[in-house]
């Protein structure tokens, strides 16, 4: 069963490598995000809405006109709205104390604020989903190169043992065992290129394309990951001024605030004017008068909504400072993290991989010619291809946290 989806899977993925790959640069991929992520596009949205509510807020209370008719009546039959009948014309306006609009339209742009530095967090958080995934993707890719490479060259070996076997000059235990061992190769590269397609559908759906992604990267984006400019002191004040999730906690701290006086301005009634003109049911004919209305506030006085804002005010601060703390330890861990990932990576040497590589050329040749034993041979090519996808996988680490500090400051670091 195994043996079947490892096949399923390397012809799904030799389809999709047939079709039109999208070869992309980091900046590439950069550009292409913030132009088609959907999410993205989703979450503008929400800032035209709040926009919106602002414009709307801003509009004054419409006047109210009313007529009254006399409908019948006995004397004068129906509808007797003429110069001696009987007609009532009011109009009215609803006129706002305490600055009420003022402080709604306050709030409602310091909510499209919050709206924006919103926007602003989703880009920073899939903005380091899709770095994580585009280098990882990039050194999957140079590990299956790895497996193809010895995958080819041992089937070549395989098949010149085979016929030594029919040969009766080795033994079938080590054609069975060289089997076992490609065996094994075309599992452990069956289960990175499943690691590969969940990294494809991820960059597709950042990207907002159906066609499969290659990442494209040279030294130049390898080389600019350095932290040589930067302390930690820095970093952090950094990041607690550029921090979109931080400046989303300090406008709801803001909003808060703002709600509050709102409340308290909406404990004070408003007033409605108006004039009346009756033509004949009044003490004089054709009476013209004036009338205003308020609210007595004896009972609600907008108690429990105060109370609600002022209580928000500490919640939301508590909350800021909360974010605040937080911010600093994941700044201060990133930098660890950095600091680890940089030390291992240092502690491999720079010819690592290029002695392994001038060693594996020569194995073969060696084993065919009998030079070396089998187990010396099996042995080697599991340690050489163990400790290349190591390798890999310890510069895709070291980007990533790299990353991971950009995404805790806020920031494009390493440009």
């Known amino acids: 069963m195994r043996t079947y989806f490892i096949g399923l899977l390397i012809l799904t993925v030799t389809g999709l490598h047939a079709q039109d790959t999208l070869k992309l640069t980091i900046r590439q991929a950069d550009s292409l995000f913030l132009q088609n992520n959907l999410e993205l596009l989703a979450e503008k949205y929400q800032i035209d809405i709040a926009k919106s509510i602002e414009i709307q807020d801003k509009l004054w ?51 499209t604020r919050k709206s924006e530095y919103q926007f602003y967090d989703l880009v920073r958080t899939l903005k380091f989903e899709l770095r994580q995934n585009f280098f990882e993707t990039y050194y999957l890719e140079q590990t299956v190169a790895l497996y193809d490479t010895q995958i080819n060259t041992l089937n070549t070996t395989v098949s010149a043992f085979e016929k030594e076997y029919a040969r009766k000059n080795i033994s079938l235990k080590e054609v069975v065992r060289l089997k076992a061992l490609l065996f094994q190769l075309t599992n452990d590269r069956a289960d990175i290129l499943f690691e590969l397609q969940e990294n494809q559908r991820d960059l597709r759906t950042l990207l907002n394309t159906e066609r499969p992604v290659k990442s494209v990267v040279d030294s130049s984006d390898i080389r600019r990951y350095q932290l040589d400019r930067y302390t930690p002191a820095a970093l952090k004040d950094r990041a607690l001024q550029s921090r979109a999730d931080l400046k989303v906690a300090q406008s709801q701290t803001k909003e808060a605030e703002l709600n509050y006086t709102l409340q308290k301005a909406l404990a004070i009634p408003d007033i409605e004017v108006g004039a009346i003109y009756d033509q004949a049911s ?33 919640y939301y601060k508590t909350a800021e400072n909360a974010r605040q703390n937080s911010v600093g330890n994941e700044v201060d861990a990133a930098i660890q993290k950095v600091g680890i990932a940089e030390k291992a990576y240092q502690s491999v040497e720079n010819q690592f991989t290029d002695q392994f590589q001038l060693l594996s050329s020569g194995i073969y040749d060696n084993f065919q010619k009998r030079n070396i034993t089998l187990l010396e041979f099996i042995d080697f090519i599991e340690t050489y291809n163990e400790s290349i996808k190591e390798y890999n996988r310890l510069q895709a680490d070291r980007i990533k946290v790299y990353e991971e500090l950009n995404y805790v400051v806020g920031e494009e670091l390493f440009n």
């Open 61 to 111: 209370n419409n006047p109210t006109f009313g007529v009254e008719i006399n409908a019948y009546s006995p004397s004068r039959g129906a509808f007797d709205v003429g110069k001696n009948g009987q007609k009532v014309f009011t109009i009215s306006q609803l006129i706002t104390r305490a600055g009420k609009r003022n402080k709604q339209v306050a709030l409602d742009v310091e909510s």
């Open 282 to 314: 009044n003490y004089v004919n054709n009476y013209f008068g004036i009338n205003a209305t308020i609210s007595l506030p004896f009972f609600n006085r907008n108690q429990g909504n105060i109370r609600a804002a002022k209580t928000n005010i500490s």
